[in-house]
């Protein structure tokens, strides 16, 4: 039995994430792409779920039970990774108890109810396997992702790729070619590192992952591209803190990452600084939605209006809609949401959780010389990166939300690392006894 389990139990993490993708859903193949408003916002004729949304929720459920099975069965090996980060739990508190001031409270309850189930799942991968282990299945998960979304589209270029206002540009099984492009670039960073690893020996790793980073070209997403060139520049230069205690790269590493900040936000918001230096623009910046939003904000500062509570209809987020004339279901800024759902103290708890992770992945990094110790870091990079342009902090469903809970809850106290790593290295200059 115990064999069996734990032959089984990789498969189902690998299926749980290629679902949590949403690329199984193919929301594309219901939904033509002509009928997506013009803008950054969503669908004007409304959402047509797909053939398969039905066996996929029950599917879902089957993970979230599996997974809280799995976690009562296990229950003293998930009590220490859970404490490792108190202001993720502060976070997800807010999340489940927002139905409290909601202005929608049984959308908030249900939303909040199934992201709690979402990370119970990240803590089962932080609690199960090892970081090295989890790259594994990322990895697996995302190349299996990444090849249906480019088989779909061959099969199916009709639903896969745009036909209205981006016409040509690809959105996979994906609504629209942004969400697409994000969860491509999710999608190739951990098939970068396993190549990296073991791509002497497999080629065939360089290759899905040259399918994923295909599929972010194809998408035609000048944001996922700005902000996966800048991964590929950090990947040495964190390569780099594993080897040097130079206080340059690190300096090397912020430049790189103001830059890189900088660019993302000049692609995202063009039109608004063409526009600020008189010149003619067809598209619409993304800085109108996120002033409007913050006035929303400042009139319920501490807790927000609940989660998922700002853009459902009727609700406050119709003013934002109104006057930037899109149909939006979200800031397109990942701190603002949490901001405007949470209030201040939801973003405060993301922001120190987001803090401590980054500095905790500089420390883990530079423990080991391997490449799964740069996968926290790569990933904590990422999510900073994206959130500036998407909302890709915690969702219902989301395999960003799942890794992020998985990452940070993976990385052990650095203190007793690094005096198990000073005993070794003592050993081996024959400075301490052998046992």
Known sequence: MNQLLKWAEPKFAIL??????????IASYSNPSFQIARGIG?????YTPSPVETPLKLLRYGIYLVTVLLLIARFKSVVRPVARDPFLWGLVGLVVISFIWSDFPSISRKEGIL??????????????YSLK???????WGAGITAVFSFLYTLAFPGSGIEQGIHAGAWRGPLMQKNLFSRLAAMCALPLLLVAFK??????WLWG??????GLIILSTSKTALVIFLTLLMLVPLYRALQSTNSAMVPLVIVLILVAASGATWLVTNWASFLASLGKDATLTGRTYIWEFVMDSIQQRPWFGYGYYGFWQPGGEGENVKYYVRLTLTQAHNGYLDTAVQLGLFGFS????SLITSYI???IWARLDRSVEHLWPIMYVTFLFMYNQTESTIIETNSIFWILYVSVTLSMKYVVQHQTLAAEEEYKQLGLLEQN
Do not use: P
């Open 42 to 46: 969503g669908a004007v004729g409304g």
């Open 198 to 203: 073991y791509g002497k020996q497999r080629v």
């Open 360 to 362: 905790r992945a500089i």
């Open 133 to 139: 282990e989890q790259l594994k299945i990322v990895a």
């Open 208 to 213: 899905v992952f040259g399918v994923a980073f």
């Open 115 to 128: 992201t709690l189930m979402n990370t119970l799942f990240g803590v089962y991968l932080a609690s199960r």
């Open 16 to 25: 749980a994430v290629v679902l949590f993708t949403g690329a199984l859903g």
């Open 349 to 352: 708890f993301f922001i120190l």
